[in-house]
């Protein structure tokens, strides 16, 4: 069974910087697509990034694009989430995702979420 924990969330000021850690298990996660997801109080749940397990190759939102960063780490299989830069409207729970690459568009395996509220 696939588990996913996140950590790192909090209370950061405009500007700063936050790290969210993922812990995967359950799993060999070589074929598979981790991805980071954000929901903001009523709006709708929001795609970040994603990252290829296996190749490390990224893309992202356009909203993110060059503040944040998506890396895996296979020792630890863990994958993360730098947060530089960020702004008021990053405010939302952030969710990781993970998805075996030959399963299509979906994610159906999610962590619980954790806060990150950006403070003006």
């Known amino acids: 069974q696939v588990q996913l924990v996140e950590s790192g969330g909090g209370l950061v000021q405009a500007g700063g910087s936050l790290r969210l850690s993922c812990a995967v298990s359950g799993r060999t996660f070589s074929s598979y697509k981790m991805a980071w997801f954000r929901q903001a109080p009523g709006k709708e749940r929001e795609f970040v990034g994603r990252?290829?397990?296996?190749?490390?190759?990224?893309n992202y939102a356009d909203s993110v694009k060059g503040r944040f960063t998506i890396s895996r780490d296979s020792a630890e299989n863990t994958v993360y989430l730098q947060m530089n830069s960020l702004k008021p409207e990053d405010t939302a729970v952030y969710y990781c995702?993970?998805?075996?690459?030959?399963?299509?568009?979906?994610?159906?395996?999610w962590g619980q979420g954790t806060q990150v509220t950006v403070s003006s």
């Open positions: 990252i290829i397990w296996t190749t490390g190759i990224t």
């Open positions: 995702a993970a998805a075996r690459i030959l399963d299509g568009g979906g994610f159906p395996y």
